[in-house]
């Protein structure tokens, strides 16, 4: 009869092998970039992001404090797998083999997506994040990787903050948005704060729970919801307007001292100017910039369509819309002192014309 240990040792080598049969192969072309390996379907493939990997790598470790020096492996997949029958979500677009110690290892990329450039820096960021982070939440692992991805993609910036805008809104079932309008009898000026909902992924914890989940119990969810990526943004957003990359990356380091596996979400919430419970609801407000404005607009044209009529066909539904658009005059009021009058957003002056004051079908909005 063998040892204990000795029964240990094999079982653990049946797994080993089983997991092997069910790796799925490495892409067959591969290209030397210098700071790695690509693998991918096509040679065209290879070199395209062969490029882009030499370009984006330098750079994700000049920004990051703590990363680590290594070169990196990608692979291009067109089916995103490591595993011969893993299922990935069809809106996942890569990701990066985390080891139960939270070594990374090789990058997986989506092929043929819309923002390749965008998708590479957040897996970069996950592979060359050093030990050092070990005790950043999981969530704003995730939001740093996309916050550092708008740093270095500046032209993604707008591309980047409005999905990760729209996934916070089904965070909180909703967006609020600050609209300037005149009473057209009294010519009196107002702002109003207008809570625009969507439906979404309703999220199963609350803000504070999930920021609360080590890297380790963040990942090990069957499936993270998109809603948590615009979460972590949103909080390490609204940090990296307060704080810098250096002090988010010594405060991993003093709860690490402290022999903590997390940071507190006390210091977190701090970091972030996050205090009363209605906070949470308008966090990412600061991130609306009018090229913002603009990409929700043309992601999910309804939506101040369907702002303008509701929130105003109760008040002067009886106007005529043009004079309510002359008159009245709704604009949006943003974090950085810009206005947008609601008339100047594509489609919204035709769809008032069409069928003010009836609203497009759509999800609900109210003024609060
Ligand atoms: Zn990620």
Request: aromatic share 8%; proline share 6%.
């Amino acid at each position: 009869m063998g040892s204990p240990s000795a029964r240990i040792r094999l079982a653990l080598l049946v797994t080993a092998a089983l997991t092997a049969g069910c790796l799925v192969p490495a892409p067959r072309h591969d290209n030397a970039s210098g700071v790695g390996t690509v693998r991918a379907e096509s040679p065209i493939a290879a070199q395209r992001y062969a490029e882009m990997l030499a370009e984006l790598h330098p750079k994700v470790s000049a920004i990051l404090p703590g990363s680590l020096d290594r070169d990196t492996e990608l692979w291009v997949q067109t089916t995103l797998r490591r595993f011969a029958h893993e299922d990935h979500r069809e809106d996942a677009m890569g990701f990066t083999v985390l080891a139960r110690d939270l070594t990374p290892g090789r990058i997986h990329l989506r092929d043929n997506t819309a923002y390749p450039e965008w998708y590479l820096t957040h897996e970069l960021v996950h592979a060359l994040m050093g030990p050092t982070w070990g005790t950043l939440p999981g969530v704003l692992a995730e939001g740093l990787c996309d916050w550092i991805a708008a740093e270095v993609n500046p032209s993604y910036q707008p591309v980047i903050h409005t999905h990760r805008l729209l996934h916070s809104s089904m965070f909180f079932g909703g967006m609020s948005y600050e609209v300037d309008f005149t009473h057209p009898d009294t010519r009196r000026k107002t702002r109003s704060n207008i809570w625009y909902a969507y439906s979404g992924e309703p999220a199963e914890l609350g803000p504070e729970e999930v920021i609360g989940l080590d890297r380790w119990s963040f990942h090990s969810k069957a499936r993270v919801p998109v809603s948590y990526y615009g979460l972590g943004f949103v909080v390490v957003s609204r940090m990296m307007e307060r704080i810098t990359l250096e002090d988010l990356h010594e405060m991993c380091t003093d709860a690490e001292n402290l022999g903590l596996t997390v940071i507190p979400t006390e210091w977190i919430l701090a970091a972030a100017g996050i205090g009363e419970s209605d906070d949470w609801a308008r966090a990412g407000e600061s991130l609306l910039g009018v090229d913002e404005v603009h990409e929700i607009n043309r992601l999910l044209p309804v939506v101040f369509q369907e702002l303008s009529i509701r929130a105003f066909a109760d008040l002067y539904g009886d106007m005529d819309p043009l004079e309510f658009l002359h008159q009245v005059n709704p604009k949006l009021s943003l974090a950085d002192g810009t206005h947008v009058p609601l008339s100047s957003i594509r489609g919204v002056r035709h769809a008032l014309l069409d069928i003010w004051p009836s609203a497009p079908i759509g999800t609900w909005s109210a003024m609060r």
